[in-house]
């Protein structure tokens, strides 16, 4: 499949580590964010997401932590695992009830090596 | 429940062609947005249609148009082709008027244009 990870920042870790990937948003009135993983070839997949009145929420395996001071999100993975490669985005969205949209940021590329 | 399929897969087409993507939403969701994503970077919005018409709108010239049907579904049509077209096109569903939601992307189309 096509390559989405051109020129992108890179994570390398071993099986087994915890990852951290980190995000900084542009828009301090946006309410909610979503954290996308993308694999080679096809579209980004849903990972967790958190409203902006929480500053962390977990899921299986992940956690992800919401900075409003400093506009930040970071995705914490738990024992990360070769299955985790892929491209991870953060992304916002913008707009109100009757139009939003996401805007997302630059994408980090995770490789696990076994 | 059926998620979201795009067609066709991969497409190349020549400067200054026209072409028509497509997009089948995911059950039960009544909105769709579409997002051109270049390689090595995130989803740029193009535009989002919601009750058959266009709800918004990102930094594309008019080139860029669009459709939604009765039964939710979607093209992306883009005339006079360049070049820096080239990108994976990626649709997303959601379902719009209920507060916070979640959207549910497809793998894409990957246009080349030559």
């Known amino acids: 499949g096509e390559s989405v990870g051109l020129h992108l920042p890179t994570l390398s870790v071993q099986e087994g580590d915890n990852s951290i990937i980190n995000c900084a948003y542009s828009?301090?009135?946006?309410?909610?964010f979503i954290w996308y993983k993308q694999e080679s070839g096809k579209g980004p997949q849903f990972i967790i997401d958190?409203?902006?009145?929480?500053d962390k929420r977990q899921g299986q395996r992940v956690t992800v932590l919401l900075n409003k001071t400093v506009k930040h999100l970071s995705l914490q993975i738990a024992a990360t695992q070769p299955g985790d490669s892929a491209v991870y985005f953060c992304?916002?969205?913008?707009?109100?009830?009757?139009?939003?949209?996401?805007?997302f940021g630059k994408g980090t590329m995770l490789l696990v090596s076994p | 429940e059926t998620g979201v399929t795009q067609s066709p897969t991969h497409l190349i087409k020549t400067r200054g062609q026209q072409v028509t993507l497509r997009c089948s939403s995911q059950s039960g969701h009544n909105t769709v947005s579409w997002y051109q994503q270049a390689l090595g970077q995130g989803p740029q919005f193009i535009f989002q249609y919601y009750r058959e018409e266009e709800n918004g709108r990102g930094n594309f010239p008019p080139r860029f148009s669009g459709l939604q049907f009765p039964n939710y579904s979607s093209e992306l049509n883009v005339n006079a082709l360049e070049l820096d077209d080239s990108a994976l096109y990626l649709c997303?569903?959601?379902?719009?008027?209920?507060?916070?939601?979640?959207?549910?992307f497809g793998s894409g189309t990957r246009l080349t244009v030559v």
């Open positions: 958190i409203r902006s009145n929480m």
């Open positions: 997303a569903s959601s379902l719009l008027g209920r507060g916070d939601y979640g959207y549910t």
């Open positions: 992304a916002e969205k913008i707009g109100g009830s009757g139009y939003s949209t996401l805007t």
């Open positions: 828009n301090s009135a946006s309410d909610y």
